[in-house]
């Protein structure tokens, strides 16, 4: 079966750093995608890997390995605003997108 | 307005009562969908309008009934539900390309509790 595997929680403190893993096991891969999403509000696209490597956005940056089914978000400089799920998504060999259940990020002052 | 907008943003209601939830995308996007969404579990793809043609998760049960009546438009028609139907109702859209990203644009979701 095809499978997303990412942390249900984690906490880190305001300025830090931190990383919020995703493995996956699919059926083909056509990208990975990162969404973000506030308690009550809509998800909204944050980023998108096809190819081996890291992609810089900002505060945020996103990498993937395919040989290793692994990719990960790391989020610099945190701000209380960043408090919010991340989920992991992956584009399988239909195109049909296959979701990790998300991360909760909690931001401590 | 801009962006997926959907409503209601709230809705109650008991097992015998048919409702129904609406979805509108501004973007000229050629694709709709609907994702049921429960807590700490992963977004659950229930239906797919896209290029005039539907495509369903056979999983999803009859009393889920969807609409799409253009391409800005999409309802998901609500009848006779079970309490384990309550959750968050997300609706999006997209462009397809045949190629590349294919990029959500989500609404902010409809929250459904049954009675």
């Known amino acids: 079966g095809q499978n997303i595997d990412q942390p249900t929680e984690m906490t880190a403190t305001e300025g830090a750093i931190v990383q919020i893993n995703c493995t996956y096991q699919t059926s083909g891969f056509n990208g990975l995608f990162w969404y973000q999403q506030h308690a009550g509000e809509a998800p909204t696209f944050l980023s998108y890997n096809v190819l081996d490597g890291l992609e810089e956005k900002g505060r945020f940056s996103s990498f993937l390995s395919r040989s290793k089914g692994y990719s990960y978000l790391l989020l610099k400089e945190l701000q209380m605003k960043d408090s919010a799920s991340y989920l992991c998504?992956?584009?399988?060999?239909?195109?049909?997108?296959?979701w990790g259940a998300g991360t909760k990020l909690i931001i401590k002052p | 307005e801009t962006g997926v907008t959907q409503t209601p943003r709230h809705l109650v209601m008991g097992m015998t009562n048919k409702k129904s939830l609406k979805c509108e995308q501004h973007?000229?996007?050629?694709?709709m969908y609907w994702y049921k969404q429960s807590a700490k579990k992963p977004l659950e793809l229930m239906f797919v309008?896209?290029?005039?043609?539907?495509?369903e998760n056979n999983s999803v049960p009859s009393r889920f009934s969807p609409e799409c009546p253009n391409s800005s438009h999409l309802f998901l028609h609500l009848h006779t539900l079970q309490p384990e139907d309550s959750a968050l109702y997300l609706c999006?859209?997209?462009?397809?390309?045949?190629?590349?990203?294919?990029?959500?644009?989500f609404g902010a979701g409809s929250r459904l509790t049954v009675l």
């Open positions: 973007l000229g996007h050629n694709a």
């Open positions: 309008y896209s290029l005039e043609e539907r495509v």
């Open positions: 999006a859209s997209s462009q397809i390309v045949s190629q590349g990203a294919n990029v959500l644009t």
């Open positions: 998504a992956v584009s399988d060999s239909n195109y049909q997108l296959i």
